[in-house]
């Protein structure tokens, strides 16, 4: 742009900066004013205290709940104004239409100064969209009143730190190569940043979108859990009047992936959402019920050196195993209730009575919607009125003992037997991973399942999953939903594109939206990933060295030369050496011994800056630099070796080195790498 232009950019900046500045000394003295009112109002209810009656105190409560409140909401603003200034906007658009012209800032957050156009606009807000969606030419927006048609005449970028103004340029074209490629070229850090400046058109139009059930297959880096936290973001933005924070939770593959993403959603300005791990669902609804519980990470240890358990992990994910036991259960609960007669005082309920209504009149629903409307109908005869949930209870608790059987591990046992297999415990007693989602099933189908009070649900890595899960999801989460995941990093089963679509159809979702396009690593990695699995991403076109390929004698020279390379690369913030199994990480981290800032990771730490791993606790997380040790033939062997190794290899943002110290796998072949 020409000097005139630079020299208008720099004075806006210094304007919205006054502004910022006094809305920081004006939210202040407010807050002070709010904290005087408060004191005084606790001092005035703890000095009323015993005059009032219980109906003041009450109000006292909320009056003071309500001023709490409200110094909160202050508080926060106040944070929002102070982050505001360090960098107001990234971007700007000048749109025309009906004969108006008018430039729109984009940024974190909203700025409003009493003009009819915000001095910023939140990147979440619908005229921003175009931002995202267009080049220079025609475009529209989606607002509260309608379609807006216009065109775009100019698009500016800008990169402020500090307040300062590092540089801007216009674009006529869409979001990519010069503000993309210098974040992309930014090293990781221990929490996912945000993507406001980069979020692409494909992007911002899942973030956008009002899908109920929204399944997204994306490839390896293509942004999936920026999306969908991105997404929650935008929902708290355009619903605020309907639910905030604590009404959305993510289901997360574990704690490192939680601790991962934490810091995503307060980066935009919200508060974080809960997160909460499937193994952590699962105790909740089967305390008491069944023996602890086998880790993941066991179980992956387990099928890559034990072909027998494979086996049997991979069918009990398949299609098949889920509908043998949906007809298992049909065929065994009708066979098993056996009703007897209820006394209630003078009110009797005959076995014959409720044996109509459970074999008859209520025959199409899950005996515990069966068992759940006898108990209404028996409390409708009782007439009751007082603790109604007590009654209930007994009275569930009676019905139940007119099952046969009621061991949710002896209805699995008998099912397993009735398809040829015996059902075990692991040698330290505890329930098998891969039997978990079974024997919650059966208590969905059996019991019923807690329902919970959350308005909106992400699961991330839905491949991980067996399709059973998915019908428990949808009862226990009776609310909109965005489901994740990859195909091609599945590492206990063999996925395809029916399981895709059967996934897709389980949770109620009408389309499956893909994404091709990868973002995280350079060209040579990212392609060296695609022959792994003939996998067919998108790479962008950020150039970087070609993937490091070294055979070694021994095991003692692989962890020597590992060694040298980590100590060679201490420009790098995060470095990862990610192993197939936990043994092997246990492993490599004793030979790895001279590098004494190394961390042998577990699933309840948070990320390091060198780290040691097995690859089941990286699925989600990108490092600077990635090393996969032990690439040797029969460490990976079989189609699920390779998702293992694709899996590790596309962690890797600008670094991927694979050493092995025997023959090095034949997955590995072509031109992106050097020997």
């Not at 695609?530 to 021994?554: A, L, Q, T, W, Y």
């Amino acid at each position: 742009m020409n000097q005139l232009e630079y020299e208008k950019e720099i004075k806006y900046l210094s304007d919205v900066d006054d502004v910022l500045k006094q809305k920081i000394v004006d939210t202040d003295k407010k807050i002070s004013e709010l904290q005087e009112e408060f004191e005084q109002l606790k001092k005035y209810y703890a000095e009323q205290y015993y005059y009032i009656d219980g109906e003041e105190k009450m109000l006292g409560g909320q009056e003071l709940d309500r001023e709490e409140a409200l110094i909160n909401d202050e508080t926060r603003q106040l944070y929002n104004y102070k982050k505001q200034r360090l960098s107001p906007y990234f971007g700007k658009i000048d749109f025309s239409s009906n004969g108006e012209n008018n430039s729109y800032y984009i940024g974190i957050f909203n700025l409003t100064n009493g003009g009819k156009i915000p001095l910023i606009c939140d990147w979440r807000a619908p005229v921003s969209s175009m931002y995202y969606d267009y080049e220079v030419g025609k475009a529209s927006y989606v607002a509260p009143k309608g379609i807006i048609e216009g065109e775009i005449t100019n698009k500016r970028q800008f990169k402020i730190k500090d307040g300062k103004m590092e540089y801007c340029f216009d674009s006529s074209l869409t979001i990519d190569d010069d503000i993309l490629q210098k974040e992309l070229s930014k090293n990781a850090t221990d929490k996912m940043k945000n993507i406001i400046t980069t979020i692409q058109r494909e992007q911002n139009k899942l973030i956008r979108d009002d899908e109920r059930i929204m399944f997204v297959q994306g490839v390896a880096g293509s942004g999936k859990t920026s999306i969908a936290l991105h997404k929650v973001a935008y929902l708290l933005y355009k619903y605020r009047e309907k639910f905030s924070s604590s009404d959305i939770l993510i289901l997360s593959p574990n704690y490192v992936f939680g601790d991962y993403i934490s810091a995503v959603l307060p980066s935009l300005g919200e508060e974080n959402i809960q997160s909460e791990t499937f193994v952590e669902l699962a105790h909740e609804e089967l305390r008491g019920l069944v023996p602890e519980f086998e880790t993941r990470e066991n179980m992956l240890d387990e099928i890559t050196e034990n072909i027998n358990r494979l086996n049997e992990v991979v069918y009990k994910n398949c299609l098949d195993f889920a509908d043998s036991l949906r007809k298992y259960l049909k065929t065994y609960v009708n066979l098993s209730f056996k009703p007897k007669d209820m006394n209630f005082g003078d009110i009797k309920i005959k076995s014959q009575e409720l044996d109509d209504l459970y074999s008859k009149k209520y025959i199409q629903k899950t005996p515990a919607v069966r068992i759940n409307w006898i108990t209404d109908y028996i409390l409708d005869k009782l007439n009751i009125e007082q603790n109604a949930d007590e009654v209930a209870t007994r009275v569930k608790r009676i019905l139940y003992t007119m099952f046969d059987k009621i061991s949710l591990i002896d209805i699995y046992a008998d099912f397993l037997d009735k398809i040829g297999l015996k059902f075990e415990l692991t040698p330290k007693n505890t329930l098998k991973y891969e039997d978990i989602p079974s024997i919650l099933y059966i208590k969905h189908y059996m019991l019923g399942l807690n329902k919970r009070n959350v308005k909106y649900l992400v699961i991330d890595e839905y491949q991980d999953y067996p399709i059973l899960l998915f019908e428990i999801f949808n009862e226990i989460f009776d609310c909109p939903k965005c489901i994740l995941g990859d195909i091609n990093q599945c590492i206990e089963k063999i996925m395809t594109q029916k399981d895709e679509d059967e996934y897709a159809k389980a949770i109620g979702a009408k389309e499956i939206f893909g994404l091709e396009k990868t973002y995280r690593s350079t060209y040579e990695i990212t392609n060296f990933c695609n022959e792994i699995k003939d996998v067919h991403s998108n790479p962008v076109h950020r150039h970087g060295k070609k993937v490091v390929v070294e055979k070694f004698e021994n095991i003692e020279k692989e962890a020597s030369f590992i060694e040298k390379t980590v100590k060679n690369a201490q420009n790098y913030d995060t470095i990862a050496i990610i192993c197939k199994t936990t043994a092997q990480a246990e492993l490599y981290y004793e030979y790895l011994g001279n590098l004494p800032d190394l961390v042998l990771m577990n699933e309840n730490m948070p990320l390091a800056k060198l780290m040691i791993m097995p690859v089941s606790m990286c699925k989600g997380l990108e490092f600077d630099f990635v090393i996969v040790p032990n690439a040797t033939h029969e460490n990976y062997k079989t189609f699920l070796d390779k998702n293992f190794l694709y899996t590790s290899c596309t962690r890797a943002l600008h670094e991927l080195v694979i050493t092995s110290n025997k023959d090095v796998t034949s997955f590995i072949k072509g031109e992106y790498y050097e020997r």
